[in-house]
């Protein structure tokens, strides 16, 4: 079983940033890609990246790219979503989460899961 925790949202001015940072509770978290999604009220969750187990490839929706980056510190069973240039759009809860496959998958399978473990998310605001 992983147990996965957020932190790092909050309420951020358009064009500001956040860190999220999602922290495990297994010491094995390098054997998991590990993905970022987002809901918004009212909205249906949706993906918005994933990194893969060994770190080397990263995916992204096209609402995050070029302004959000995934990353995974497995010495500290963390992985981060860092936001840039972050848009009212952008206001939603966000989550991590890991399949239960381990090892390598491919983009298709981390952009439409399943992804079997989920933190309970941090609310990121973005004021207009």
């Known amino acids: 079983q992983v147990q996965l925790v957020e932190s790092g949202g909050g309420l951020v001015q358009t064009g500001g940033s956040l860190r999220l940072s999602c922290a495990a509770s297994?010491?094995?978290?390098?054997?998991?890609?590990m993905g970022w999604f987002r809901q918004a009220p009212g909205k249906e969750r949706e993906w918005v990246a994933a990194?893969?187990?060994?770190?080397?490839?990263?995916y992204y929706a096209d609402s995050a790219k070029g302004r959000f980056t995934i990353s995974r510190d497995d010495a500290k069973n963390t992985v981060y979503l860092q936001m840039n240039s972050l848009k009212p759009d952008d206001t939603a809860v966000y989550y991590c989460a890991a399949p239960r496959a381990v090892g390598a998958l491919s983009e298709a399978r981390l952009k439409s899961g399943p992804y079997d473990y989920w933190g309970q998310g941090t609310q990121v605001t973005v004021s207009s």
């Open positions: 297994v010491s094995t978290l390098s054997m998991y890609s």
């Open positions: 990194v893969s187990w060994s770190g080397a490839n990263t």
